[in-house]
């Protein structure tokens, strides 16, 4: 059986509390010598009090802020991916549009109107190409998704498509982005779509 605890006088606090005073009441003893009272006034009236409360606040705090942090970077992360695959519909789409009636830019096969908006330099390798439009061009399914791309029959159409100067522009640019690497922003996909509307609309 547990002694339940005596009462003591409530008189001066102790330890961080030193200095304190207390009520002078014989009560039970809550912390640094002082009553649950007078320890409540101590900690929201004394400098070392409020320093003690919102150490403990944040203390408590803490685990609950990293967890939002982390949804929000999370679904930061889901809607910049979201607007990604929207931007990349867009561009597609405009691709499409373009390029209707035109032969497979790797097979040279006569046009369908199921043909894909193909890359010559994957994305997978070259993110930074992943909206290029003179990397991005009709293409059958066949060559598309079943040849890999068709990658040399393409390197080797595409010049006579965009012109030699572009075409080494674009070999250009898909080597700084596959050694250096590249992140789409936010503000960038916006761009993009605003740019990829508008050559839609000059093509209706």
């Keep these: 059986m547990s002694i339940p605890p005596k ?31 007078c320890f409540g006034e101590w900690l929201y009236s004394s400098g070392d009090g409020k320093k003690l409360l919102y150490g403990a606040v944040n203390k408590a705090q803490k685990p609950r802020k990293e967890l939002q942090a982390a949804i929000k970077e999370t679904k930061e992360r889901k809607s910049l991916g979201a607007l990604k695959q929207q931007t990349q519909k867009l561009v597609n789409k405009y691709v499409r549009m373009r390029d209707k ?35 991005i061009n009709g293409q059958s ?24 100067e572009r075409f080494e522009a674009l070999v250009q640019r898909a080597k700084d982005y596959k050694m250096f690497g590249h992140k789409f922003s936010r503000e960038e996909l916006m761009e993009i ?3 990829i509307k508008n050559l839609i609309s000059e093509l209706n």
Excluded at 14 to 35: D, P, V
Excluded at 141 to 164: Q, S, T, V, W
């Design 101 to 135: 009636g035109l032969n497979c830019i790797s097979q040279n096969t006569p046009y369908q109107l199921d043909f894909d908006a193909g890359h010559c330099f994957p994305v997978s390798s070259h993110e930074g190409l992943r909206f290029d439009l003179d990397n």
């Design 7 to 37: 009462k003591k006088e409530c008189k001066k606090g102790t330890g961080k509390a030193k200095g304190f005073k207390g009520c002078n009441e014989f009560k039970y003893i809550h912390r640094y010598g002082l009553c649950s009272s």
């Design 193 to 195: 779509q605003e740019n």
């Design 141 to 164: 399914i066949g060559a598309n998704r079943f040849k890999e791309g068709d990658h040399i029959n393409y390197m080797l159409n595409l010049p006579k498509k965009i012109g030699k």
